[in-house]
């Protein structure tokens, strides 16, 4: 499965940005290979409606869950809509690396 975390840079050892539509990175992860992939957002900058167009680049990713600090209500309508799971960490200082290791650990539960 493929799972997305926002990310605020193009590292393992970035941190968890808070913000889901204006994140500066997704790390896409896939449980399956093990393999990350870093997109940069191209919608943070947007003046308006930055949540549903990350919402629309998440899903011709191709991620089935998506791990952010918090989410507005107009994206978990859409997400709701297309199946996929939403994951919140209140903890801005996790490392996508730490993010990465809570998932692996919970799939082999």
Same mark, same amino acid.
């Given at each position: 499965? &493929?799972?997305?975390?926002?990310?605020? !840079?193009?590292?393992?050892?970035?941190?968890?940005?808070?913000? @889901? !539509?204006?994140?500066? #990175? @997704?790390?896409? #992860?896939?449980?399956?290979? !093990?393999?990350?992939?870093?997109?940069?957002?191209? %919608?943070?900058?947007? *003046?308006? =409606?930055? +949540?549903? /167009?990350?919402?629309?680049? *998440?899903?011709?990713? =191709?991620? &089935?869950?998506?791990?952010? +600090?918090?989410? +507005? /209500? &107009?994206?978990? /309508?859409?997400?709701? $809509?297309? $199946?996929?799971?939403?994951?919140?960490?209140?903890?801005?200082? &996790?490392?996508?690396?730490?993010? *990465?290791?809570?998932? %692996?650990?919970?799939?082999? %539960?």
């Amino acid at each position: 499965m &493929k799972i997305a975390i926002t990310s605020t !840079g193009n590292s393992l050892d970035s941190l968890i940005d808070s913000r @889901f !539509g204006r994140c500066s #990175y @997704f790390v896409v #992860y896939d449980t399956v290979t !093990g393999s990350t992939e870093f997109v940069p957002n191209k %919608n943070k900058d947007n *003046i308006e =409606g930055a +949540g549903p /167009a990350s919402v629309q680049l *998440i899903a011709t990713l =191709g991620a &089935k869950k998506v791990v952010s +600090g918090e989410f +507005g /209500a &107009k994206v978990k /309508a859409i997400f709701d $809509q297309l $199946q996929v799971q939403l994951v919140v960490i209140n903890d801005p200082d &996790k490392k996508v690396s730490d993010i *990465i290791e809570i998932l %692996n650990r919970n799939n082999h %539960n």
